[in-house]
T-cell receptor, first 112, second 114 residues
Framework: TQLLEQSPQFLSIQEGENLTVYCNSS?????LQWYRQEPGEGPVLLVT?????EVKKLKRLTFQFGDARKDSSLHITAAQPGDTGLYLC????????????FGKGTTLSVSS | ETGVTQSPTHLIKTRGQQVTLRCSSQ?????VSWYQQALGQGPQFIFQ???????GRGNFPPRFSGLQFPNYSSELNVNALELDDSALYLC?????????????FGPGTRLTVT
């Protein structure tokens, strides 16, 4: 069974701080996605990483895919209150080939 | 372009009852996937429909069933509701089943079973 473990589970920081969220697995994934979910809403896709070692930037967010395609990280620079939400990593389930496996998520709270 | 919509937004049911949740996929998308998200957890895959046929199923019992219609909208039916079925039910659409990594989620239906 493929599992994605995210850490930390909760993160509470002040505006302007930097943070990193991790997504780890013992399995290889063909791609990993990062989503952000706000209360009462569905997850919104932030980025998809496909190539081992790939780094993608989205404004103040930097996403990295591990060389072995088993792990990924999300780094936020100078966090803002608008970054508050649940960050989920997800990977395509190799066996089924049709579904995404999600981690449990990291709940980020940024206070001003 | 219309995004993924779901109805109803909230629902309260009693244990043992049956429920039907509805999803309209994004324009041009022929694949719909359903997920269950319990409180404090990530979404868990229930099943997927591609061109009106089930195209993959997660570890959920047969009392979870679905349909997809010719316009690619979809329904999730749950029979004999249990308390543990209380969750946010998410529908996601993608261009087709091969592009499942590019799914777009609806806002979800919050189901409470008492």
């Amino acid at each position: 069974t493929q599992l994605l473990e995210q850490s930390p589970q909760f993160l509470s920081i002040q505006e302007g701080e930097n943070l990193t969220v991790y997504c780890n697995s013992s399995s290889v994934f063909s791609s990993l996605q990062w989503y952000r979910q706000e209360p009462g809403e569905g997850p919104v896709l932030l980025v998809t990483v496909v190539t081992g070692g790939e780094v993608k930037k989205l404004k103040r967010l930097t996403f990295q895919f591990g060389d072995a395609r088993k792990d990924s990280s999300l780094h936020i620079t100078a966090a803002q209150p608008g970054d508050t939400g649940l960050y989920l990593c997800a990977g395509k389930a190799n066996q089924a080939g049709t579904a995404l496996i999600f981690g449990k998520g990291t709940t980020l709270s940024v206070s001003s | 372009e219309t995004g993924v919509t779901q109805s109803p937004t909230h629902l309260i049911k009693t244990r043992g009852q049956q429920v039907t949740l509805r999803c309209s996929s994004q324009s041009g998308h022929n694949t719909v996937s359903w997920y269950q998200q319990a409180l404090g957890q990530g979404p868990q895959f229930i099943f997927q429909y591609y061109r009106e046929e089930e195209n993959g199923r997660g570890n959920f019992p047969p009392r979870f069933s679905g349909l997809q219609f010719p316009n690619y909208s979809s329904e999730l039916n749950v029979n004999a509701l249990e308390l543990d079925d209380s969750a946010l039910y998410l529908c996601a659409s993608s261009l087709d089943f091969r592009s499942v990594s590019e799914q777009y989620f609806g806002p979800g239906t919050r189901l409470t079973v008492t």
